[in-house]
């Protein structure tokens, strides 16, 4: 299963960038996917979790982004989003989406079961 991030981008403090990430399988097709999220990496720093949010819509923030952020997912196009709103040059970030527990079925029919996938990152900028 590969993720394919985009929409990250320069913006000035208290600016919106929504993020978006889907999912695909370059050896068939996907039918389903457990968790789908976001985290990020500041310079220096550890990966954390930003927001995550379940197949039945249950969600999860980082304290530091609760109440200025939302994430939301398309279960049918396997797509998950982030809208991120009153950005702070703390938010500055390479940002990476994950899907976590997902099966996919290749093109003889076989089911595959796997554990975590990444995507590639984008990076979000927010100046002062």
């Known amino acids: 299963v590969q993720l394919q991030a985009s929409g990250g981008g320069l913006v000035q403090s208290g600016g919106s960038l929504r993020l978006s990430c889907a999912a695909s399988?370059?050896?068939?097709?996907?039918?389903?996917?457990?968790?789908l999220g976001w985290y990020r990496q500041a310079p220096g720093k550890q990966r954390e979790l930003v927001a995550r949010i379940s197949s039945g819509g249950i969600t999860n923030y980082a304290d530091s982004v609760k109440g200025r952020f939302s994430v939301s997912r398309d279960n049918a196009k396997f797509t998950v989003f982030l809208q991120m709103n009153s950005l702070k040059p703390e938010d500055t970030a390479v940002h990476y989406c994950?899907?976590?527990?997902?099966?996919?079925?290749?093109?003889?029919?076989?089911?595959?079961?796997?554990?975590?996938?990444w995507g590639q990152g984008t990076l979000v900028t927010v100046s002062s």
């Open positions: 399988a370059a050896s068939g097709r996907i039918v389903r996917i457990d968790e």
């Open positions: 994950n899907a976590d527990r997902f099966n996919w079925v290749d093109f003889a029919g076989n089911i595959h079961a796997d554990g975590r996938a």
